[in-house]
């Protein structure tokens, strides 16, 4: 069997259980949406995370420049990070999706103190690992965590396959059609999250998709050991969303 298809096959049960968590069920009023927002940042601030650690294993990021790797997969990593790091925003301004989500966060006053903070710590300290449990919830750590031990310590075969299939949000319709009635009860408040969910399905959910399929299976090639520690890391990944999105609905309760 092809080896993608193998994964996508494992992967099934798990991508189906996140499409159908009752999390999204369960909101039901903006305050569930703040909830939601308040923990769901920091996977958009990790997911950054680890596509740098990508590009910084897959191009020279370091001076003197010197060729890094192939072409083609300095290609196809450079081309994602400049979609995530600097799209195109509500406004037509250039903005990272990170920003982007903060942005939307504000406009439903939704509370970005822990995040700020966080981010500011970043800023001002040298950031080590083991301090992680310190710096944001307890609820998203184990998330994040395994996100960023991925991002510092897997081989770079294994952050692309983590990439490629264990960070998909599988965000129903269903809960971008909510999050629409929640933008007309409340003239407009939404936008900026609508057009961020609706953005990351129309390029993190194919464009960008494809891309990390091809450099994942370029990273991987033939060697089946490599494609069976993929599997192992990104059933992980999903594992660790399906938690995280059991939190939040705790939360929300």
């Not at 499409?19 to 958009?44: G, R, T």
């Not at 690992?129 to 944001?136: A, R, T």
Request: with cysteine; proline share 4%.
């Amino acid at each position: 069997m092809d080896p993608i298809q193998d994964i996508n096959l494992h992967l099934a049960p798990l991508r189906e259980k996140l499409f159908n968590h009752p999390l999204y069920s369960a909101i039901k009023q903006i305050e569930h949406v703040q909830v939601f927002m308040e923990h769901h940042v920091f996977a958009v601030w990790d997911f950054m995370s680890l596509l740098k650690s990508l590009q910084s294993d897959l191009t020279c990021v370091q001076l003197p420049w010197k060729p890094v790797g192939t072409p083609n997969t300095r290609f196809l990593i450079n081309e994602i990070v400049c979609g995530e790091e600097s799209d195109i925003n509500l406004e037509g301004l250039r903005a990272s999706h990170f920003e982007m989500y903060l942005d939307a966060m504000r406009a439903v006053h939704a509370n970005t103190t822990v995040i700020a903070a966080f981010i500011d710590h970043l800023n001002n300290h040298q950031f080590d690992l083991n301090q992680l449990e310190k710096l944001i919830p307890k609820a998203v750590f184990p998330f994040v965590n395994n996100t960023l031990t991925t991002a510092f310590t897997a081989p770079t075969h294994v952050k692309a396959g983590v990439f490629t299939f264990g960070r998909e949000d599988l965000i129903p319709g269903m809960f971008i059609s909510m999050v629409k009635e929640f933008n007309q009860q409340f003239q407009g408040k939404f936008d900026q999250f609508i057009y961020y969910l609706e953005r990351h399905i129309e390029v993190d959910g194919s464009h960008h998709s494809n891309l990390a399929i091809e450099m994942t299976a370029s990273l991987c090639g033939d060697d089946q050991s490599k494609w069976n520690e993929v599997k192992i890391a990104a059933e992980q990944a999903l594992l660790q969303r399906i938690q995280l999105w059991d939190y939040i609905q705790l939360s929300i309760q």
